[in-house]
């Protein structure tokens, strides 16, 4: 498997998880109505508006940056491609983390605000 093969396959696998997270979390939120889609420092929501922007930010963010990363690795020419998966690597992993940290927020003020338990 080449160096770019590879880069697509992380990239495709940190994308399906954040999606698959999402898919998740958004089962478990109040069927209808807006969500929580920011969070004060005290991890309370504190602005609400529509759901999938919160579930999708950043699994769409995360495709973005993937696409001017992988470009720029290829646009650089072979030697450097490890450069860009390296790049990808760390990318994936930060935001993955960020985006399950928003997704445990988005959970606990579904819990704290008494609303119902969304659907099964």
Avoid: C, K
Wanted: hydrophobic fraction near 50%; charge should be positive.
């Amino acid at each position: 498997m080449t160096d770019a093969a590879i880069v697509v396959v992380f990239t495709l696998t940190v994308l399906s998880a954040m999606l698959a997270l999402s898919l998740q979390v958004n089962r478990r939120l109040p069927p209808e109505g807006p969500v929580a889609i920011h969070f004060d420092l005290r991890g309370r929501g504190d602005r609400l508006g529509n759901r999938w922007l919160v579930l999708l930010a950043m699994p769409i963010g995360y495709l973005l940056s993937s696409g001017v990363t992988i470009g720029a690795a290829l646009a650089a020419g072979p030697g450097p491609l490890w450069q860009g998966l390296a790049i990808q690597g760390g990318l994936g992993a930060v935001l993955f983390a960020v985006h399950l940290f928003v997704m445990r927020l988005l959970l606990r003020w579904r819990r704290s605000s008494g609303s119902p338990s969304g659907r099964s």
